[in-house]
């Protein structure tokens, strides 16, 4: 694809643009600035990446790892404001899907542990997580508000903050799983995933291609459901003081 | 022995001053209403009791030790809260009632359950059905005997009857007051209506604008407060 042609693809957002100048939808500035950020962001990550992957330095891929992992917190973070200590869990969260479920794949040699292969296959875990974090931490500060009685008569009979949670911990991580769940179950029929399409491009044989895409399903499920679990259980004492009451000044 | 002592209790919520400076002591076995204007506070001094709020200032002193060393969760097995509302959990009557059997770790007594339902008159089938199929007094039949299931040495009950026709009223405070005699419960109870009151309370709390303006034998509150139906 030369550059011409690639110019010519941002018609598509002009298309978009006067959809939205239109239909009044105020979505005009978002869709420029998304626009232009994608633009910049992803030109200045393919200049990293070639250089990251050149090097092919164990530390330095770490901290490309850890950047992502860190990123992904401060963004799930916003979906979770007001939530005590939500940051930090969301770090921790996103880190135990990612090292688990990595190291699995390092252990079962399904991966190398080298740049060209770990930081794109990290990286589709933790946007994941981070996805998952944030339909998380939404259900649940709904939740607490909108069910914050049933959660009281069950404290006033004798449950532990944990206990009186557990209906709505339960429901917010099936919540949080749903994107993947679905995405799993129509992959091949509705979409091509990134991946898969990106080998098949680049020549690699379409077996191989589905091999790795495999892979990642199966990494994408047990990344979201450890990091959504690690979350839930940790991040409900967000919503309760040391006396086992609810707090009141979540919003 | 005095079962709660209020010592210069002070509560704000959002910075809101919501009771102030109340003290009182009860005793064991007693019956005490609760009444005032709403919006004064009532529910309030309630939920200190069972620590579901903690006073800004002052002490409050369960079994004479200070409620504040009390871990929550053990309290709230002993001192029991009903609410104006009856909220039911979903599933069925009989998943309500064993709601404190299982956060205990015990098994559910089945002829427990069925004879307290009995003293509300209600009956086995009951225990089949959800929320969206009971009447609004039986649903606080059933939120009110899921209290007593787990025991409570206090009762604290929220406007239980507010919502309820005389029958089931009458019904209701007819269960508190055997509990009552069975095993020496102390009952706190919020009302409005006077009769109640005179039905029920030995002692009446009378609390306005957060403070307590009256705490001795009804009687004598009746004496010089007249008819609380008349405010």
Partial sequence: ?251 | MAIFLFDQVSLKINDQPILSSISFSSEQGEIIGLAGPSGSGKTSLLRMMNLMRSPTHGSILYKNRDLAQFDPVKLRREVGYVMQKPYLFDGTVQDNLEYAYRVWGQTPNQPEILNYLERVNLSAPILKKTKSELSGGEQQRVALVRSLLAKPQVLLLDEVTASLDEANTLLLEEMIRSEWAAKSLTVFFISHQSEQLLRLASIVLYVKQGKLEYCGPKEDFFRQQGDLNDE
């Fill in chain 1, 1 to 251: 694809m030369n550059n011409l042609a690639l110019a010519l693809t941002f018609s598509l957002v002009l298309i978009a643009l006067f959809i939205s100048y239109r239909q009044k939808l105020g979505m005009e500035k978002d869709m420029l600035i998304g626009s232009v950020r994608a633009v910049v962001q992803l030109s200045a990550v393919g200049f990293v990446l070639k250089f990251v992957f050149n090097i092919d330095n164990v530390a330095l891929t770490i901290v490309i790892l850890l950047l992502m992992v860190y990123n992904a917190a401060v963004v799930a973070t916003k979906r979770g404001a007001g939530i005590r200590g939500v940051r930090l869990i969301s770090f921790c969260s996103i880190l135990a899907g990612l090292v688990i479920t990595l190291g699995g794949l390092l252990a079962f040699q399904a991966l190398s542990f080298n740049p060209s292969e770990v930081i794109p296959v990290s990286g589709m875990v933790v946007g994941n997580s981070m996805v998952a974090l944030g339909l998380l931490y939404r259900n649940l500060l709904s939740s607490f508000k909108d069910r914050r009685e049933e959660v009281e008569v069950k404290l006033c009979l004798g449950a532990s903050p944990r206990e009186a949670a557990r209906t709505l911990i339960r429901n917010s991580i099936r919540t949080a799983m749903i994107p993947t769940i679905d995405s799993m179950k129509t992959v091949g029929i509705v979409q091509l995933p990134g991946m898969m399409t990106g080998l098949i491009l680049a020549g690699t044989s379409p077996e191989l291609a589905i091999k790795y895409q495999i892979m990642v399903v199966f990494m994408l499920t047990g990344a979201v459901t450890i990091s959504g679990f690690v979350a839930s259980f940790w991040v409900y004492r967000g919503f309760f003081n040391d006396k086992a009451q609810l707090v009141d000044d979540l919003h």
